[in-house]
C-alpha cells in the first residue's frame, strides 16, 4: 500500500486514518520557536462525513486511501439500495442509505451526481448545485402576485420541502439549489 | 504565479520597504554588509536542516552548506572590530515549507556592540513602528504568559502536568505524542498562547526564556532568583517575527552547547554538523559584548501588507523556482 509522508500533505489528499478513509481540508506546517516541527491537519472522515483535526510529527508517515470520485447517473432504488451506472461503462454501482443520506432528497432518475468510491464501493453520493425539479404539492398559486414577498412551502417531485413564492403552482418546474435546498427560479423551459 | 500586476505591485513594495528599513540603519550609523552563504561549516541546532552541496576542485574539493543565517559570519566580523553591522541576506533551512515558511527567504540581522537586550528591544520596536507603522510593542516574560493563558506556573509545573494539559487543550494530540520538556512548552506556546496573542493586536515581545532554550544567548539569574535566557521573541499577527540574544561570548561555552546539540543530533539519527572552528577561534580573540537580533523580512512584509501566506510576497515564489 503507497503511503504519504507530511511532506506531501495537502488539501483534498486520501489517506487512512483509524480504518476508515479521509481527505485532507487543511494542512499547516508548524515550527514553534526552534523546536521540532509538525502539521496540523484537519480532515473529513469519509465514512462519517465528521471533521476532526489531528497533530502530526513531520516526516511521519500515512496509508494512501483508494478512494476516487466519478460521475454516475441515479438509475433506480429498490428500497434498500440506490443503485447508480457509469454512461459511458454501464458498470453499476449500489449506494446504502448511508452513501445517500446527504442526496436523498435530490436523487432523480437519469441525472448525473458526483460519487466518491472507497475500494470501488460508494462513499458518498453529492448531488449537483442545481437541480430542476417539479412541484407535486403546494398550496393554490396566488395569481398575479410575482414580487416573491412571503411564501409557502412546496413539495417537490423527489420527496423535497422547499419554500417556494405564492405565484408557484403544482406542475411547475423548479431550479433549485441543493446546498442550500433553496429555490432559485422557475426552470427555463427547453 | 501572480499575475504580472500583482507581481509587479509585490516588487515595488519590497523594494521601498527593503529603502526604508536601509535608511533606518543610515541613519543609526549601522554599516551594511555581505558575508558568504557557502560554509565548510553549519549550525548544529537539532531542528534547524541546512541544505549541502560540493565544491569540485580535485583534491580541494569539499562538502560545503550554504547558510541558514548569516550569524556565524557576522560574529566573525565583530570580533575584528567592525562595529555595530546588519545584513539583508537570503538564507536557507531545508525541509521547511508551509504557510509561513519557505526554504529560502529574507533575513535582516544586525548586532550592536555595548548594546544590553533591552537597548535592542528598543530598536527593534523603533524600527517596526517607523518601517511598517505598528503600534508599540508589550513586553512578556515567558514564564507570566503561561501563567497568563494557561494558568500555570512552568517552575512548579513537571514534564507530566505540561504533556496533560497540553493533550487537554490541543485538538487532534493524540496520547503517544512524545517530545521532551521544552517540547511540550513549546507545543502549549504556538497551539495556545500564540493565537491569544494575535488577538491583542499589537506586538509582543517575549523574554527571559527557559535556559534550556538559550540557543547562543547569554544565561542570567532573573529578579525571581531562575536562571534564564537573555533573548527575546517578536510576535506579531500570530507571527514569529524576530529572535534576539544577549550573544553569548564565551568560546568554550558555546563549544559545549554546539557538541551537546551534535549529541542530541546522534540520538535522533541526524546527521552531526560541522562545528564553525572559525567562529570558535575569532571568539576567543574577542567577540565585544554584543546584542543580535535576525527578522524574518518575509514575515514582516505579510504583516505590512496583509497577505496570509509567505510565498504571495516572494515575487517568484519557492514552489515555481
Same mark, same amino acid.
Given at each position: ?190 | ?83 555595530? /553591522? ?105 497551539? /495556545? ?19 534550556? $532554550? ?53 540520538? $535522533? ?49 519557492? /514552489?515555481?523556482?
Amino acid at each position: 500500500m503507497a503511503s504519504y509522508s507530511t511532506n506531501e500533505f495537502k488539501a483534498g489528499l486520501k489517506f487512512m486514518m483509524d480504518g476508515d478513509p479521509c481527505s485532507i481540508i487543511e494542512n499547516e506546517f508548524v515550527k514553534p520557536g526552534k523546536g521540532q516541527a509538525f502539521n496540523r491537519v484537519k480532515f473529513r472522515n469519509l465514512k462519517t462525513g465528521r471533521v476532526n483535526e489531528r497533530t502530526f510529527k513531520t516526516n511521519e508517515s500515512v496509508e494512501s486511501a483508494d478512494v476516487v470520485e466519478i460521475d454516475l447517473e441515479f438509475s433506480y432504488s429498490d428500497g434498500e439500495f440506490w443503485h447508480f451506472m457509469d454512461p459511458s461503462s454501464f458498470e453499476q454501482y449500489a449506494a446504502d442509505a448511508n452513501a445517500i443520506a446527504d442526496s436523498k432528497d435530490w436523487l432523480k432518475e437519469q441525472y448525473v451526481y458526483t460519487v466518491t468510491l472507497w475500494n470501488g464501493t460508494p462513499l458518498l453520493v453529492t448531488p449537483p448545485n442545481f437541480v430542476n425539479l417539479a412541484v407535486v404539492e403546494t398550496d393554490p398559486g396566488v395569481r398575479g402576485d410575482t414580487s416573491g414577498g412571503g411564501g409557502k412551502p412546496a413539495t417537490l417531485e423527489t420527496g423535497a420541502v422547499v419554500r417556494v413564492p405564492l405565484f408557484i403552482e403544482i406542475g411547475e418546474v423548479l431550479r433549485v439549489d441543493t446546498r442550500s435546498a433553496s429555490y432559485v427560479e422557475r426552470a427555463k423551459k427547453d | 504565479m501572480l499575475h504580472n500586476e500583482q507581481l509587479q505591485n509585490i516588487l515595488k513594495r519590497r523594494a521601498k520597504l527593503l529603502a526604508n528599513v536601509r535608511r533606518f540603519f543610515s541613519v543609526r550609523n549601522v554599516l551594511e554588509v555581505n558575508t558568504p552563504i557557502l560554509s565548510s561549516a553549519a549550525p548544529t541546532a537539532p531542528y534547524l536542516d541546512s541544505f549541502s552541496t560540493r565544491f569540485e576542485a580535485g583534491s580541494d574539493s569539499k562538502d560545503l552548506y550554504l547558510h541558514t543565517s548569516p550569524e556565524f559570519a557576522m560574529k566573525r566580523l565583530l570580533s575584528a572590530g567592525s562595529g555595530a /553591522i546588519y545584513q539583508i541576506a537570503t538564507v536557507f533551512r531545508n525541509g521547511e515549507l508551509g504557510r509561513q515558511h519557505a526554504p529560502e527567504f529574507s533575513m535582516l540581522e544586525w548586532y550592536r556592540p555595548g548594546f544590553s537586550l533591552t537597548d535592542l528591544m528598543t530598536e527593534v520596536d523603533a524600527l517596526m513602528q517607523q518601517v511598517i507603522g505598528l503600534p508599540a510593542a508589550v513586553i512578556f516574560p515567558y514564564r507570566d504568559l503561561f501563567v497568563k493563558y494557561l494558568q500555570l506556573d512552568i517552575y512548579q509545573a513537571d514534564d507530566v502536568l505540561l504533556k496533560q494539559i497540553a493533550l487537554d487543550r490541543i485538538a487532534g494530540l493524540t496520547a503517544d505524542w512524545q517530545t521532551d520538556r521544552d517540547g511540550w512548552l513549546e507545543m502549549l506556546m504556538s497551539e /495556545i498562547i500564540e493565537p491569544q496573542l494575535k488577538a491583542l493586536e499589537m506586538p509582543v515581545m517575549v523574554t527571559e526564556f527557559p535556559a534550556s $532554550q538559550a540557543q547562543l544567548a547569554k544565561i542570567e539569574m532573573n529578579a525571581d532568583g531562575h536562571h534564564v535566557a537573555s533573548r527575546f521573541e517578536l510576535y506579531a499577527g500570530g507571527m514569529e517575527l524576530a529572535n534576539g540574544y544577549d550573544e553569548l561570548c564565551d568560546a568554550t561555552e558555546l563549544r559545549q552547547r554546539f557538541e551537546q546539540d551534535n549529541q542530541l543530533r546522534l540520538q $535522533q539519527g541526524k546527521p552531526q554538523m560541522p562545528i564553525d572552528e572559525n567562529l570558535l577561534t575569532a571568539m576567543q580573540s574577542g567577540l565585544p559584548q554584543c546584542s543580535g537580533v535576525a527578522l524574518g523580512l518575509d514575515r514582516l512584509m505579510m504583516l505590512y501588507f496583509a497577505e496570509n501566506n509567505i510565498s504571495q510576497v516572494q515575487g517568484i515564489a519557492f /514552489i515555481e523556482s
